[in-house]
């Protein structure tokens, strides 16, 4: 696949739309990562499963009834490229393990720089942010103020399902 330096994307959501750009020269293994995910279209179906209002909207990893869907295995964090956590940005979610990001991101709602990458200690090493919304911050903000709950094991669900639709680069 060839990729441009700063591919955009459109997330179709159940509650509107939101443009993407991807920061391929500064974090290239997680936009191909996330490029492959969008193409194969594993992001259909799956929803924004944990919405803290004030912090970050996290999908692409569940279905509806809070299912995990099989993923390829983890790439390599690259929190340490020099971006930061700021509000609209998109970045890789992952366990504790440093190099565990598979499908998942979050947007973040405000700018979280705890996120940021300060060393390469487990502890320190941050979340990867690929990209920045440039279009849809409406959606955003429509989906960080749905009503949440806990479901299962799960916190922070949004009581109504907020579906990813589609997930298609437009340049």
């Known amino acids: 696949m060839t990729q441009t330096p700063h591919p955009v994307v459109r997330i179709q959501t159940s509650l509107g739309d939101i ?79 440093v190099d565990s990001a598979t499908s998942q991101f979050f947007i973040n ?12 200690t487990s502890a320190g090493f941050g979340y990867a942010v690929f990209g920045r919304v440039i279009d849809g911050m409406e959606t955003v903000n429509a989906i960080r103020k749905v009503p949440t709950g806990r479901s299962g094991m799960h916190d922070d669900v949004p009581r109504t399902p907020v579906v990813i639709e589609k997930v298609t680069v437009v340049s």
Do not use: C, W
């Open 19 to 97: 443009t993407v750009e991807l920061d391929a020269g500064k974090a290239p293994e997680t936009v191909a990562n996330f490029l492959a995910y969008s193409e194969e279209g594993h992001y259909e179906g799956t929803i924004f499963h944990r919405v803290i209002d004030g912090f970050m909207i996290q999908g692409g990893g569940m279905d509806g009834d809070l299912n995990q869907k099989k993923t390829r295995p983890p790439i390599r964090n690259e929190a340490d490229n020099g971006l930061k956590n700021l509000s609209g940005t998109i970045a890789m979610a992952r366990t504790q393990v």
């Open 109 to 120: 709602l405000a700018d979280n720089s705890f996120l940021d990458h300060r060393n390469a």
